[in-house]
């Protein structure tokens, strides 16, 4: 059992920055990957980012290359998204997930392929 704790979400202008942070709790155990997704109003689960190997592995979607940063801190059982040149269409609910057992899928972006999930943190860009 994993439990996954996000923070750091907030009102923030165009252009501005916000940093993320989820805790794991519960589980001392290897992740084989951990993600941030996002969803806004009326749309489905979108995939950020993810990370894997202890950092070694990153991942990111299209939509934030270049602007997102995904990092883990495993001392303290805590991944972070670090957010910069925010757009608008950023704009969502937060979500981080965990995947447990290995995959032969190198970058798992769906939303299936995780076992749990946090409770979300809102982020929301005005223009």
């Known amino acids: 059992q994993v439990h996954l704790v996000e923070s750091g979400g907030g009102l923030v202008q165009a252009g501005g920055s916000l940093r993320l942070s989820c805790l794991a709790s519960e589980r001392t155990a290897p992740m084989y990957a951990m993600a941030w997704f996002r969803q806004a109003p009326g749309k489905g689960r979108e995939f950020v980012a993810l990370i894997r190997e202890s950092g070694s592995i990153t991942y990111y979607a299209d939509s934030v290359k270049g602007r997102f940063t995904i990092s883990s801190d495993h001392a303290v059982n805590t991944m972070y998204l670090q957010m910069n040149s925010l757009k608008p269409e950023d704009t969502a609910v937060y979500y981080c997930?965990?995947?447990?057992?290995?995959?032969?899928?190198?970058?798992?972006?769906?939303?299936?392929?995780?076992?749990?999930w946090g409770q979300g943190t809102q982020v929301t860009v005005s223009s």
């Open positions: 997930a965990v995947r447990i057992e290995k995959s032969v899928i190198t970058y798992p972006v769906t939303p299936h392929r995780y076992d749990y």
